[in-house]
């Protein structure tokens, strides 16, 4: 009996899917980078703002996490449906946009509101990302492929380090700077800006990136997944997701 990989189509040269995890990773990058600086601007961003702990509290928690826990799902449907390529472009664009908007904001609301964007722009990559990943390799190659793209992971946190430091520094020794057409921004703000614009240029490299055929999947209506259905086989198997989850939320600890 022949397998899907057999009778599949064919996998994209090695160089066009390499390219592929190239560019993915780097949006990663940027990912990670631009959820985890507010981390590091804390204080002076309380200081402009006037905001409490429980303020910067919401915004690096519920403000992100709990839009970007939520969108994962019908991002996900979308990403069977329609070019994943397209929904990763779209949501480095978005997140990137809104990280930028994070350095303009002159209120908890604007913040706020600016944090939502980055979660459910980011909440666009990975379910996206790693259908295309395994659609471009064997099941040989494909181990190496995800352990290579999750290590951007480690890269966006040094990326925000070395940005945040700056900011820092800068923030002792300096009042404000002043932006053509924006006008006078506090270093922390400027932390946001040149760490979120970039973005939007790996958001047009990733058309420059190859959809690959989807392995697997039947084509036929007939056999789609409904929402209902793919519930249904989460809720059966809930000791492996709780495990999963748990294990994730204790490796963000």
């Known amino acids: 009996m022949q397998n899907s990989e057999a009778t599949g189509p064919a996998w994209p040269k090695p160089t066009v899917a390499w390219f592929g995890v190239a560019v993915l990773v780097v949006a990663f990058v940027f990912s990670i980078a631009d959820r985890i600086i507010i981390a590091l601007l804390v204080d002076p961003i309380k200081a402009d703002l006037e905001l409490s702990d429980t303020d910067m509290g919401i ?7 709990i839009f970007y826990a939520l969108m994962g799902l019908p991002i996900g449907r979308l990403a069977d ?16 946009l809104m990280t930028a908007a994070c350095g303009l904001a002159r209120n908890f609301w604007e913040l706020f509101l600016a944090r939502v964007g980055v979660g459910v722009g980011e909440a666009t990559l990975s379910p996206a990302a790693y259908s295309m990943i395994a659609d471009s390799f064997p099941r040989e190659k494909l181990g190496r492929a995800i352990s290579i793209y999750q290590s951007g992971a480690f890269f966006g946190v040094g990326l925000a380090l070395i940005f945040g430091g700056v900011a820092i520094r800068f923030a002792a020794g300096a009042d404000s ?43 036929a209506k007939d056999d789609e997944i409904s929402l209902k259905q793919g519930l249904e086989f989460a809720f059966r198997r809930w000791r492996v997701y709780i495990a999963h989850f748990c294990g994730f939320a204790l490796l963000a600890l």
């Not at 449906?81 to 997140?95: D, E, K, N, T, Y």
């Open 59 to 65: 915004m690096m928690g519920l403000a992100f996490a």
């Open 81 to 96: 449906r329609h070019s994943r390529r397209s929904i990763i472009a779209v949501g480095i664009f978005l997140w990137s």
């Open 177 to 219: 700077i002043d932006l053509p057409l924006i006008g006078t921004v506090a270093p922390w703000q400027m932390a946001f800006i040149a760490i979120g614009l970039p973005g939007i240029l790996v958001a047009a490299l990733m058309f420059a990136v190859k959809e690959p055929a989807r392995h697997g999947i039947s084509t």
